[in-house]
């Protein structure tokens, strides 16, 4: 069944107020959860506050990091306006998304999805990629592996010829840099976005 607007926000803003306040009663900073689940602290903000549409994916890697089960913040019953699902309904909608393969996600879609948003034909430093570029675009590529199950920064670190150590300390950075520069943090949803593009292909 497609859900209205106003079902929609009724379920942003209880799953975000959930959220919330079971981070404060276990003392968890916002930004430990955004690490986490990998997504910039603003985004992750925004998600408490109601204004922005939940993403499984994303929700799922949060209450992971909060140690909750779905039905901690998802609406029942009482909730007006929402669309309410029964117990054994919302187990379903766990149990299907548990049981979901990860994509198949090579390093090679990666480093395609960032040199598409950077504008680049390699993020290694070379004769036509200046540092600056190269630098932006290898933290790019870390934060999106990251999030990826299946890849991990070891490989990258292997494939880019850059320690990891180094690759940790750009990402980190970029993350950190994104939360209060809206230019940076679209165009880390720009190569998330392009990633799951080349995926789907």
């Given at each position: 069944?497609?859900?209205?607007?106003?079902?929609?926000?009724?379920?942003?803003?209880?799953?975000?107020?959930?959220?919330?306040?079971?981070?404060?009663?276990?003392?968890?900073?916002?930004?430990?959860?955004?690490?986490?689940?990998g997504?910039?602290?603003?985004?992750?903000?925004?998600?408490?506050?109601?204004?922005?549409?939940?993403?499984?994916?994303?929700?799922?890697?949060?209450?992971?990091?909060?140690?909750?089960?779905?039905?901690?913040?998802?609406?029942?019953?009482d909730?007006?306006?929402?669309?309410?699902?029964?117990?054994?309904?919302?187990?379903?909608?766990?149990?299907?998304?548990?049981?979901?393969?990860?994509?198949?996600?090579?390093?090679?879609?990666?480093?395609?999805?960032?040199?598409?948003?950077c504008?680049?034909?390699?993020?290694?430093?070379?004769?036509?990629?200046?540092?600056?570029?190269?630098?932006?675009?290898?933290?790019?590529?870390?934060?999106?592996?990251?999030?990826?199950?299946?890849?991990?920064?070891?490989?990258?670190?292997?494939?880019?010829?850059?320690?990891?150590?180094?690759?940790?300390?750009?990402?980190?950075?970029?993350?950190?840099?994104?939360?209060?520069?809206?230019?940076?943090?679209?165009?880390?949803?720009?190569?998330?976005e392009?990633?799951?593009?080349?995926?789907?292909?």
């Open positions: 069944m497609r859900r209205t607007a106003k079902a929609t926000s009724v379920i942003n803003n209880y799953v975000g107020d959930c959220i919330r306040q079971i981070r404060i009663a276990k003392e968890i900073k916002v930004q430990d959860i955004a690490k986490h689940a997504i910039p602290a603003s985004s992750y903000s925004c998600l408490e506050g109601g204004r922005y549409k939940i993403n499984l994916d994303n929700l799922f890697r949060i209450l992971q990091a909060l140690d909750c089960d779905i039905t901690d913040v998802w609406p029942h019953g909730v007006e306006g929402a669309d309410i699902i029964d117990e054994d309904q919302m187990q379903a909608v766990v149990d299907a998304a548990m049981q979901a393969k990860p994509p198949v996600v090579s390093l090679d879609d990666v480093v395609e999805a960032v040199c598409r948003v504008g680049i034909k390699e993020i290694r430093r070379g004769p036509e990629i200046k540092a600056k570029q190269a630098f932006e675009a290898q933290a790019l590529a870390a934060c999106l592996c990251r999030e990826i199950p299946q890849l991990s920064l070891t490989s990258l670190s292997h494939k880019l010829g850059v320690h990891i150590s180094s690759l940790s300390r750009r990402a980190t950075r970029m993350l950190e840099m994104a939360e209060s520069d809206p230019v940076l943090d679209q165009k880390i949803s720009d190569a998330r392009e990633l799951h593009a080349i995926m789907m292909h």
